[in-house]
T-cell receptor
Framework: SQQGEEDPQALSIQEGENATMNCSYKTSINNLQWYRQNSGRGLVHLILIRSNEREKHSGRLRVTLDTSKKSSSLLITASRAADTASYFCATDENYGGSQGNLIFGKGTKLSVKP | DSGVTQTPKHLITATGQRVTLRCSPRSGDLSVYWYQQSLDQGLQFLIQYYNGEERAKGNILERFSAQQFPDLHSELNLSSLELGDSALYFC?????????????FGSGTRLTVV
């Protein structure tokens, strides 16, 4: 079953603009992660934010997490054509002591035009 | 190169057949996860192994099975194949049981059932 739901499904921007993608989830989580996938390729881990964190930065990426609203956002600043890809959020559900596997959303397809 | 190796990269087979997909995790990673990605279902978690033992099961059909061997490589067996099994199959690995860590994905096996 899908846990995270990304919004928007597709986003088209010009190079240099910022891109914001949102993710909503349904259950209690241990952490939330963002991944990037170039067309038909494997997913690449971008950033992880734990349930007790509210904001995290990594280079041009900024992730926020609001556990009260069960939502997260990924901001890519000063976008480049090379950022064109699909972006997925994934949640590590809180199953207490047992391992929770990552549940992925359907992704946001980002297109950055030069 | 992510360090996770999947073979073969492409596979075309007929309905009713059986195939085996292989995954070698990144060096030092003990957990292996299998995911199926299709256009309509998105990324679906199939199954997880940790150090040779099955740890979690997702939306894996009874026609599908997997195992992790002592050298930690894993195989996903798909039998009685149907057209709807056509998809990208990804393997991912992580250190330990990945609580609080990202996954490293392979580049996937594209399965086409004709």
């Amino acid at each position: 079953s899908q846990q995270g739901e990304e919004d928007p499904q597709a986003l088209s921007i010009q190079e240099g603009e910022n891109a914001t993608m949102n993710c909503s989830y349904k259950t209690s989580i241990n952490n939330l992660q963002w991944y990037r996938q170039n067309s038909g390729r494997g997913l690449v881990h971008l950033i992880l934010i734990r349930s007790n964190e509210r904001e995290k930065h990594s280079g041009r990426l900024r992730v926020t997490l609001d556990t009260s609203k069960k939502s997260s956002s990924l901001l890519i600043t000063a976008s480049r054509a090379a950022d064109t890809a699909s972006y997925f959020c994934a949640t590590d559900e809180n199953y207490g002591g047992s391992q929770g596997n990552l549940i992925f959303g359907k992704g946001t397809k980002l297109s950055v035009k030069p | 190169d992510s360090g996770v190796t999947q073979t073969p990269k492409h596979l075309i087979t007929a309905t009713g057949q059986r195939v085996t997909l292989r995954c070698s995790p990144r060096s030092g990673d003990l957990s292996v996860y299998w995911y199926q990605q299709s256009l309509d279902q998105g990324l679906q978690f199939l199954i997880q192994y940790y150090n040779g033992e099955e740890r979690a099961k997702g939306n894996i059909l009874e026609r599908f099975s997997a195992q992790q061997f002592p050298d930690l490589h894993s195989e996903l067996n798909l039998s009685s194949l149907e057209l709807g099994d056509s998809a990208l199959y990804f393997c991912a690995s992580s250190v330990g049981e990945a609580r609080g860590r990202g996954y490293t994905f392979g580049s996937g096996t594209r399965l086409t059932v004709v």
